[in-house]
Structures are given as C-alpha cells and as structure tokens.
C-alpha cells in the first residue's frame, strides 16, 4: 500500500468519525425531561420547598398579629380576608426569586455554557427552567392558600371566583418567574440578581394596597400606590374573590401581565444574544 492510499484511507476514516461527531441524535423531549428532573431534584435538595412555606406563614405572622386590631376599625373588614393577595403575591414572589438564582447559579457555574456544547436547541434548558419554577409555584401558592386558611381567610366568590383568583395568580407567577430568569441570566451573579431584586419588591410590596387600604397612604402618593402593579393585582384578586369582579376591574392587571410578558422576552431575548 502506498503513501497516498494510507493517508487517503486515514482521511475517509477520519472524515466518518467526524461525521459520527457532529450528528448526533438530538432528543428533546428526553433532554427536557432530564434537565426539569434535575431542576426538580435541586428544589426539594436545597430546602426551597420548606422556606415555600414559611415566607407566606411568616408574612401572615408579621402582619396580620400587629395590624389587624388597628385595619379592621373601620367596618365591614376582615383583615385575614383583606391580607390573602398579598400573602399570595408573596409567594410568587418567592417562586420568581428562586428562579432568578437559580438561572444565576447556573451561569456561575458554567452549566449554560456546558449546554451550549451539547446537540440541544437552545430552547431546551429554558423549558426546563420554566417546568421547575412552575413546580415550585405550585407548591408556594398551596402553602400560601394553607396559611391563608389559617388567618381565617375563606373563599367568598364561589367555584369560578376561586379558580380566577388563583389562576390570576398563577400567571403572574409564571411570568414573575420568566422575567426574574431572565434577569438572572443577563445578571450574571447570584449578587447582582438578588441586589435587582431587593429594591423594587420591597417599595412595590410595602408602597401597595395589600397590607393597608388606599386611604391609609398620604393623598400626594395615593396615585402610585393605586395604579402600580402589585395594588391592581391585589384588587382584582380581592374582586375575584368576592365574585365582584368586572372586566373594568381586571383590565389594569391583564395590561400590567402583557408588560411582565415583554419584559421577560426582552431580558430572555438578550441573554441569548449574549450567549451566541
């Protein structure tokens, strides 16, 4: 055998293996299964289960033991049924929280870049991320409608009032969950993500109808805390929950979940430039 005929042959093997190289198998939905089983499995590990229940249990503690005597002065107010949005806002709140970290985490530790290696459509690990924040919504809106309960919370608004009162909720968690990831892709360090975070849920949450109503803030901020997002989520899930709810009503809300929605595309849309 000559020289050509061996380097030749040592060509065409080589060519095969490369071939064999760059077509593998693409699989996604057991790529997605895989990655939301870890994700999953880094939820109930972490204890991010356990604190699910105690950030709404622990709000409902802090603020329904101080304020209830000083809120239900006024009549007609059941304090522990005036308190549950924002006990429930809370939890999603923290759903979104965890999922900003973890979408961090992920980039710290070179996970993103791992994926980016691998036969995977890039899409993969963000349905798997949305699969696992919705798992662990899930379980946070329970533990919140248990210590809801507890405060003497109960459901006035019928069968379909309750379903539009949690499935309201659970969408702006779903999106709360899809900006947060995004912003903690494009963050880039659990530090940053979680100093992004702090500021604007506390002024929101705190500067909100959910703990007080309007006529308890000074008339000159009364128009923000009114129209910002967390206040039209609370009424309208106070609407839904006392069967009164009017399109009028929701629209502020659905409004302010289409701006969640575009925020998130942006930061997701972003993150993915980066990555490329």
Known sequence: ??????????????????TALIEPRERPVQQWWALTGRGVSKVFRGGEVIFAFISPAFLAVCFYLPLRSIVEVAPGINYGQFLMPIIVLQSVNFAASSAAMRAAFDGVQGINTRFRVMPMSPLIPMLARTATN?????????????????????????????????GLAFLVGVLFSWTA??????????????QALALPTLILGMMSTGFVPLTQFPEWIQPFVRNQPISQFADSMRALDAGTATWEQLQPSLWWCAGLAATALVLLAISTRRTR
């Open 181 to 194: 990831d995004g912003l903690g892709l494009v963050a880039g360090s659990p530090e940053a993500t979680s």
């Open 134 to 166: 919705g798992v662990l919504l899930v379980i946070s809106l329970t533990c919140a409608a248990v210590a809801c309960l507890i405060i003497e919370w109960r459901p006035g608004g019928g069968l379909w009032g309750t379903v539009g009162l949690f």
């Open 1 to 18: 055998m000559t020289t050509s005929d061996v380097l030749r042959s040592g060509a065409t093997s080589s060519g095969s293996a490369s």
